[in-house]
């Protein structure tokens, strides 16, 4: 199982910034999909999550600003994230859920400056 993120980068307060990230080798359709990040000396926090069934949950954080989603034909999850703002930035990683089942891919970097 791999899962591969992309989309990272620095951008200026108020920017936008889109993560992909596909998965492979797993059945895709059935896991519950989720970004985490985690910011220098801080846990890894939960972002946003998708599940099978397309219900979204989101950290208080984020909500009406970020928006995950997935292509089941793409194998693929994104997370759109607008009006970003400085504390935004971490490394932010893909997760897939199914049961006691997770897989984690290796993280992406998204600096916000202000």
């Known amino acids: 199982v791999q899962l591969q993120a992309s989309g990272g980068g620095l951008v200026q307060a108020g920017g936008s910034l889109r993560l992909s990230c596909v998965a492979s080798?797993?059945?895709?359709?059935?896991?519950?999909l989720g970004w985490y990040r985690q910011a220098p000396g801080k846990q890894r926090e939960l972002v946003a999550s998708i599940t099978s069934g397309g219900i979204t949950n989101y950290a208080d954080s984020v909500k009406g600003r970020f928006t995950i989603s997935r292509d089941n034909a793409k194998n693929t999850v994104y997370l759109q994230m607008t009006s970003l703002k400085p504390e935004d930035t971490a490394v932010y990683y893909c997760?897939?859920?199914?049961?006691?089942?997770?897989?984690w891919g290796q993280g992406t970097l998204v600096t916000v400056s202000s």
């Open positions: 080798g797993l059945m895709f359709s059935s896991y519950t």
């Open positions: 997760n897939a859920r199914l049961t006691i089942v997770e897989y």
